[in-house]
């Protein structure tokens, strides 16, 4: 076999490792089993005097306060989870409230285990931004006890000479308040409950009398209705069941102006993300109108089945989640185009765990028949191949970046060019990949990995975070002119 032709690398690695800190840490609610033993407690804390009852609280805002933002207020939080099993008719001190909400209630360290899979995009806030510089957002999936995954942010600078300058990270985290009364969209919302099959004459009782957008409330009120006709009883409690899961997958979340972004947290909420939020693949979205709105697929994991989801913010302080729709979102690894193409969504998607496919959509949240778009094909990516987040817009084409997977389990990262009008279309892509583990790369929790959820494009450079091994992350960069020029000759070839 003939040597290879030496090049240059294309891409450059920055120094900067950023790895988990197991000292961020949110407030949990920690219900200590059933009905009985929480009353069992209840009284226990009762029957205290008032003086034990403010030593031990003194203790407790001594060791932890400092450790969180509004301790207090987490702790009244909490103990409304168990407000209910107070003896009827009794009114408790303050003390005794937060005494109660500190024993239901328990510190989680976010990224204890791992920080990894980042993605990259521009910041909403350009203001007092040097000239030739970017804010810019970064997102990641970190996991703590249990293997639960988030969505934690960092933020920063690129400059003009394309170096990169992370914020400082607040050693506070926290997670957002509920919004306690989204609205929902009848259409969608219909189309879920027929693929999640929910039986035709139940699921319209249950819908009618919905108007076109509704609130859980309303909602509900049907569920009430439905109760008291003559359905099944199985047909109609699993259409209910099914509906309360489905809302309750579909919620809204606040963050307080003055956290940090790097405090933000989204933690998972509802019952199809309890055992993780994962591989968030964040695109700054440019709609027909000039509108900017911040998407973000993810993959919901409850322990035993995914949901992929859809991240909806304008200001990374509110975030709307929907659940996706149609017979191609069943997979993980979804990834936005960053605009509508011939007045249609784009997404790239995995839908068999080999290749790479792309799928077109007229609603965002709804999505069928993919169309296969790439095979493996160099033998460093003959187990499997994926997209590593949204492809940005050049001048010659869609760059996609894409991951391969080869002997060993060892991941690659690979670019490739796709057609600007019809991105189904790969018109060129590198014959070596961008980016293998190296020496200092290999170990860690999933050794011999290197994944990118989303690059962004700062002038003429491609920024490229990445994690590796499935623990900590880095950052490379990847200039334009050559990668272009590399896919220009491979066309041509």
């Given at each position: 076999m003939r040597a290879k032709e030496q090049?240059?690398?294309?891409?450059?690695?920055?120094?900067?490792?950023?790895?988990?800190?197991?000292?961020?840490?949110?407030?949990?609610?920690?219900?200590?089993?059933?009905?009985?033993?929480?009353?069992?407690?209840?009284?226990?804390?009762?029957k205290l005097s008032a003086d034990d009852v403010h030593h031990l609280l003194e203790d407790v805002f001594h060791e932890f306060s400092a450790r969180h933002r509004n301790f207090r207020q987490a702790l009244e939080r909490n103990f409304e989870h168990i407000s209910g099993r107070v003896p009827r008719g009794l009114t408790l001190t303050a003390e005794q409230r937060l005494l109660l909400g500190a024993y239901v209630t328990c510190e989680y360290s976010v990224e204890a285990a791992a920080l990894f899979n980042p993605s990259i995009v521009p910041h909403p806030d350009q203001k007092g931004v040097d000239k030739g510089s970017l804010r810019f957002v970064m997102s990641f999936r970190g996991t703590g006890e249990g293997h639960v995954s988030s969505i934690e942010f960092r933020?920063?600078?690129?400059?003009?000479?394309?170096?990169?300058?992370?914020?400082?990270?607040?050693?506070?985290?926290?997670?957002?308040?509920?919004?306690?009364?989204?609205?929902?969209?009848?259409?969608?919302?219909?189309?879920?409950?027929?693929?999640l099959g929910a039986r035709d004459r139940v699921m319209n009782h249950l819908l009618e009398g919905l108007r076109e957008t509704f609130t859980l409330d309303e909602l509900e009120t049907q569920i009430r209705d439905l109760r008291s006709t003559k359905y099944r009883l199985k047909d109609k409690q699993h259409a209910i069941d099914t509906a309360l899961w489905l809302a309750r997958s579909n919620y809204e979340v606040i963050f307080r102006p003055d956290q940090p972004i790097s405090e933000r947290v989204l933690f998972p909420v509802s019952a199809n993300e309890s055992a993780g939020i994962e591989d968030a693949r964040f695109v700054r979205f440019v709609d027909d109108d000039g509108s900017v709105t911040y998407y973000a697929t993810y993959t919901a994991y409850n322990g035993f089945v995914i949901l992929p989801q859809l991240l909806e913010t304008y200001d990374f302080l509110t975030f709307k989640i929907h659940t996706l729709s149609g017979n191609a979102v069943q997979n993980k690894g979804m990834a936005l185009f960053p605009r509508k193409i011939n007045g249609r969504f784009v997404m790239l998607s995995r839908q068999d765990g080999v290749n790479n496919y792309i799928m077109f959509s007229d609603s965002l949240r709804f999505w069928n028949d993919p169309d296969l778009l790439q095979e493996p094909l160099h033998p460093l990516e003959f187990v499997q191949v994926g997209n590593c987040g949204s492809p940005v817009e050049t001048s010659e084409g869609w760059l996609a970046l894409f991951h391969g997977v080869g002997p060993m389990r060892r991941y690659s990262i690979w670019a490739e060019l796709l057609d600007i009008d019809d991105p189904s279309k790969v018109i060129s892509r590198l014959d070596e990949p961008i980016l293998t583990p190296d020496e200092h790369e290999r170990d860690g929790y999933v050794p011999n990995v290197v994944y990118s959820c989303g690059s962004m494009l700062h002038e003429d450079t491609l920024i490229v975070p990445y994690g590796i091994a499935d623990q900590r992350c880095r950052v490379a960069s990847l200039s334009i002119p050559e990668v272009l020029s590399r896919l220009r000759a491979n066309r041509q070839s």
């Open positions: 090049r240059r690398p294309l891409v450059k690695r920055r120094t900067t490792v950023l790895n988990a800190e197991s000292s961020r840490v949110i407030t949990r609610p920690h219900i200590p089993g059933d009905s009985a033993r929480i009353k069992q407690l209840v009284t226990r804390v009762l933020s920063g600078i690129v400059d003009e000479n394309d170096d990169i300058y992370f914020d400082p990270v607040s050693h506070y985290v926290a997670t957002p308040e509920m919004h306690t009364d989204p609205v929902y969209h009848r259409l969608h919302f219909r189309r879920k409950l027929e693929e």
